[in-house]
């Protein structure tokens, strides 16, 4: 297993799902978000880092590039590499600390800066809902324009070991085939 489909009903839910990554993360981990605008990548880290022991409010590294925050288990790096053009831009931001394996690491954008990813990593490709895409519907109160398709991959021989266990603490979120 090195992939989960995952589905979230609204922007509460993506938060409870990223709070549950997140009690799979450890210090020195990666985890590249990926999707369109609006599709919820700081939303996640905003589930996420509270689960980490984060008491800062979240928001979105857009414009500064990169916000640090301090958590109970590791710092928590939020990067946001949108709006940069080479890959020495992102080497500017301090990417290199990512290597120093004791933060807790998540780029929106990630696809972006690939070469620079270490080998094990999280990906977390969020979609806006599509229901042509996807072999189920939300149900008739959900609206679609918050439902939310999660794709977790695995990247590396670490992240493909602790999949399965993740994989159990998110059957609440299993998007059926």
């Given at each position: 297993?090195?992939?989960l489909?995952?589905?979230?009903a609204?922007p509460?839910?993506?938060?409870r799902?990223?709070?549950?990554?997140a009690?799979?993360?450890?210090?020195?981990?990666?985890?590249?978000?990926?999707?369109?605008?609006?599709?919820?990548?700081?939303?996640?880290?905003?589930?996420?880092?509270?689960?980490?022991g984060v008491?800062?409010?979240?928001?979105?590294?857009?414009?500064?590039?990169?916000?640090?925050?301090?958590?109970?288990?590791?710092?928590?790096l939020?990067?946001?590499?949108?709006?940069?053009?080479?890959?020495?831009?992102?080497l500017?931001?301090g990417?290199?600390?990512?290597?120093?394996g004791?933060?807790?690491?998540?780029?929106?954008?990630?696809?972006?800066m690939s070469?620079?990813l270490?080998?094990?990593?999280?990906?977390?490709?969020?979609?806006?809902g599509?229901?042509?895409?996807?072999?189920?519907?939300p149900?008739?109160?959900e609206?679609?324009?918050?439902?939310?398709?999660?794709?977790?991959h695995?990247?590396?021989?670490?992240?493909?070991?602790?999949?399965?266990?993740?994989?159990?603490?998110?059957q609440?979120?299993r998007?059926?085939?």
């Amino acid at each position: 297993m090195t992939c989960l489909q995952l589905r979230t009903a609204d922007p509460a839910d993506t938060r409870r799902l990223a709070a549950t990554v997140a009690g799979a993360l450890r210090p020195g981990d990666v985890v590249s978000l990926t999707g369109e605008l609006g599709a919820g990548k700081t939303c996640f880290v905003q589930g996420a880092a509270p689960a980490l022991g984060v008491a800062d409010r979240i928001t979105s590294p857009s414009f500064v590039l990169r916000r640090d925050y301090r958590g109970d288990l590791a710092t928590v790096l939020h990067l946001d590499v949108y709006r940069l053009d080479t890959l020495g831009e992102v080497l500017d931001l301090g990417y290199e600390e990512v290597a120093e394996g004791e933060r807790i690491t998540f780029i929106e954008w990630g696809d972006a800066m690939s070469q620079l990813l270490p080998a094990d990593h999280l990906e977390v490709e969020l979609r806006l809902g599509d229901l042509d895409a996807v072999a189920f519907a939300p149900p008739a109160d959900e609206p679609e324009a918050e439902v939310r398709h999660v794709t977790i991959h695995a990247h590396g021989d670490d992240w493909a070991r602790r999949l399965p266990g993740l994989a159990v603490d998110l059957q609440p979120w299993r998007a059926e085939a």
